[in-house]
């Protein structure tokens, strides 16, 4: 079974520019949730995906967007990069289930830098 | 809204000593609750959750937690803590969107144990 990976692993943009993290999901799963970690900060959540649709969303800006796409991989897109965009995004799948009892499981986490 | 609140920044227990991970929680309706550990540059690694059933929920590594809803506290706990243990822990309560069906976690801020040899 192949766990959730995140590519890349580290980034670093300056401010204005706009970036593109990627998310492939543990085999079987077909929900994709974003988190935005600040440091010394606990995960929170910016969006979920679902049948390669926005399946609810957080309190992050526009500027912040996905995608979902045929084989459950995700993109989180961030444009126009403030400072405090910095950060470690996580991205979770699970097995929607339609009851709330599926398990998020984490990637590793993309480290963004944003100068 | 529902919440978490892990109340320590920091639990340092001797190797070999009982561990106790706080947490509580507020939510509406019934709670789905979940405990993560985040070693350093990683993601975060699923210990184990509490649905429904049982009050003591035994998870990953030999870690269990009790849920007691009188106190609205879901604990972590290990009998005898590892050097290996020392790392950052989360709690987490699931919030749910009823009307798109999103359920999203809400995280508290962690709690840094410290295992010492």
């Known amino acids: 079974e192949t766990g959730v990976t995140q590519s890349p692993t580290h980034l670093i943009k300056t401010r204005g520019q706009q970036v593109t993290l990627r998310c492939s999901s543990q085999?079987?799963?077909?929900?994709v949730s974003w988190y935005q970690q600040a440091l010394g900060q606990g995960p929170q959540f910016i969006f979920q995906y679902y049948r390669e649709e926005e399946n609810g969303r957080g309190n992050f800006p526009p500027r912040f967007s996905g995608l979902q796409f045929p084989n459950y991989s995700s993109e989180l897109n961030v444009n126009a990069l403030e400072l405090d965009d910095s950060a470690l995004y996580l991205c979770a799948s699970s097995f929607w289930a339609g009851d709330g009892t599926d398990t998020q499981y984490f990637g590793p986490g993309t480290r963004l830098t944003v100068l | 809204a529902q919440s978490v609140a892990q109340p320590e920044d920091q639990v340092n227990v001797a190797e070999g000593n009982p561990l106790t991970v706080k947490c509580t929680y507020s939510v509406s309706g019934n709670p789905y609750l979940f405990w993560y550990v985040q070693y350093p540059n990683r993601g975060l690694q699923f210990l184990l959750k509490?649905?429904?059933?049982?009050?003591l929920v035994k998870g990953s590594y030999g870690f269990e937690a009790e849920f007691n809803k009188s106190q609205t506290s879901f604990h972590l706990k290990k009998p005898s803590a590892l050097v290996s243990d020392s790392a950052l822990y989360f709690c987490?309560?699931?919030?749910?969107?009823?009307?798109?069906?999103?359920?999203?976690?809400?995280f508290g801020t962690g709690t840094r144990l410290k295992v010492l040899a």
């Open positions: 509490y649905i429904t059933g049982d009050n």
């Open positions: 085999s079987g799963h077909n929900t």
């Open positions: 987490a309560v699931r919030d749910s969107s009823a009307s798109l069906g999103t359920y999203k976690y809400i």
